[in-house]
């Protein structure tokens, strides 16, 4: 079965970090661009970082730059997030996607949420 499925998400207080994963199934994880995006309540998604399918290029948005870093195990098929400095605007749902043969593949999310 071709997915993605996210963890590592949870309630974290201001400040704080979370490393989230994303593990992949069913299709060539090793040969994808990675994208994580989020989405907060009432807001549309918005793009968070990418990494090659090498995970030799990374690109993030400003308002991740210098707190997120984006990684990847293609041996274990699975990327990460990891996140710093948490701020409550980082509050949203996470996910990971790819395009695979033209298709857009997304998991189901991890809910973030950094409240004191």
């Known amino acids: 079965q071709v997915q993605l499925v996210e963890s590592g998400g949870g309630l974290v207080q201001p400040g704080g970090s979370l490393r989230l994963s994303c593990a992949a199934s069913g299709f060539s994880f090793s040969t994808q661009t990675i994208n994580w995006v989020r989405q907060a309540p009432g807001k549309g998604p918005e793009w968070v970082s990418t990494i090659s399918w090498v995970g030799d290029r990374t690109t993030y948005a400003d308002s991740v730059k210098g707190r997120f870093t984006i990684s990847r195990d293609n041996v274990k098929r699975t990327a990460f997030l990891q996140m710093n400095s948490l701020k409550s605007e980082d509050t949203a749902l996470y996910y990971c996607?790819?395009?695979?043969?033209?298709?857009?593949?997304r998991g189901q999310g991890t809910q973030v949420t950094v409240s004191s």
């Open positions: 996607d790819t395009v695979f043969r033209g298709v857009r593949l």
